[in-house]
């Protein structure tokens, strides 16, 4: 059975029935077990668990300590290129928003990678417009051949890809996958996906699997929330990452909980996800899962993501920029999205260790089967 295949199944149970009968004494009865099953993630997701959001935090803090310790490791995100042929309602590289495209030459992306040493970061995901044309997979191995001489790991989030593509990018240096499936909702992926390949829901949803077949050291996925009720898309987000753990023993899988922030194309959000929603749902997915990874983004406030640290966050980017070309060159300014936490480095390894944490920039070495 196929993720899809439980997807398609799941997604016939009546959510908002069952939240209205769960009440706060449900909830802390799950609190008392070890191991929760599907029905327990639900129930840490209802309205009814607003009431042990301290509690629930409590756990989760040590649930991450016990599995992953005091470290949290930092990462950047590079921009090779924004060209893109999808038509997409809530993204600045939507093919329809008219500005200036730009592809890094291997030149460039030497002088990127040399920025990004100096700021002291090894532990780098590589992004791209989804465009076959101006990202293929021919490009993106010269890529890695250039930047594996600096970095210790290097990730991509890209369009989706087949199997034997993922193969050779692992097998040049990639170690990490991000996949977002944007939204679980397959009827309303459509109306936000309205031109292009990332139209095709089920190639999209078994991308974070195919990398896993093809040797991703991890896999990380996520829903963009805002564009569906968030306490369904947490919980198929959650899903999902128990299915790739169950059936990929040797794949780490972690989890993003990305909110919709401002863009070039000025689309706002359908649903409103506060902090409060944010909070609950990183609670009960980390007690849910508490061998995932949880990565945080400059998405989110400085002072959001000093309070959200201690609720099971185990990576987070730093000095990002969304701007092809943004680390070396200032000058370009058409972002994907705006960045919230505008900390150097060196602010954010100062703040985690004032909370008691231990900042990673290297845990990995790239290991290459070819060159």
Request: proline share 4%.
């Amino acid at each position: 059975m196929s993720f899809y295949d439980e997807y398609v199944k799941v997604n016939q149970f009546p959510f908002d029935h069952f939240f209205s009968t769960i009440t706060t004494q449900d909830v802390k009865k799950v609190l008392q077990k070890e191991r929760l099953h599907l029905e327990d993630f639900l129930i840490l997701l209802s309205p009814a668990a607003e009431n042990c959001l301290e509690e629930m935090a409590q756990i989760a803090h040590y649930r991450t300590v016990q599995h992953f310790g005091r470290t949290i490791q930092l990462y950047a995100p590079l921009y090779l290129t924004d060209y893109c042929v999808n038509k997409c309602t809530y993204c600045s590289f939507s093919i329809d928003n008219d500005f200036p495209r730009r592809k890094l030459t291997l030149a460039e992306i030497e002088e990127e990678s040399k920025a990004l040493v100096k700021m002291g970061l090894r532990h780098i995901i590589l992004l791209t417009g989804e465009s076959r044309l101006h990202s293929s997979v021919d490009y993106l191995c010269e890529t890695i051949d250039v930047m594996k001489k600096y970095f210790s790991s290097l990730s991509i989030e890209i369009q989706p890809l087949d199997a034997e593509e993922y193969r050779t990018l692992v097998a040049r240096g990639i170690d990490g996958l991000t996949v977002y499936q944007e939204v679980y909702n397959e009827e309303i992926y459509k109306q936000h996906h309205l031109k292009g390949p990332k139209r095709n829901y089920r190639y999209r949803l078994d991308a974070p699997e195919r990398g896993a077949k093809a040797g991703m050291r991890s896999v990380n996925i996520g829903a963009l929330l805002g564009m569906d009720e968030w306490r369904k898309e947490v919980f198929f987000t959650g899903l999902h990452a128990h299915y790739l753990q169950k059936h990929y023993l040797e794949t780490d899988i972690a989890l993003s909980f990305p909110r919709i922030r401002p863009n070039l194309g000025g689309f706002q959000p359908k649903v409103d996800v506060s902090d409060k929603n944010l909070v609950q749902a990183m609670l009960a997915s980390r007690i849910f899962l508490p061998r995932a990874g949880m990565t945080l983004s400059t998405r989110e406030s400085a002072e959001l993501r000093r309070h959200l640290l201690p609720l099971g966050v185990t990576k987070m980017s730093a000095a990002s920029s969304t701007v092809v070309g943004g680390y070396a060159n200032k000058e370009h300014t058409h972002s994907q999205f705006e960045i919230s936490d505008k900390r150097s480095v060196a602010e954010v390894k100062e703040s985690l260790r004032e909370l008691g944490y231990q900042p990673v920039v290297k845990d990995w070495e790239i290991l290459t089967h070819s060159s």
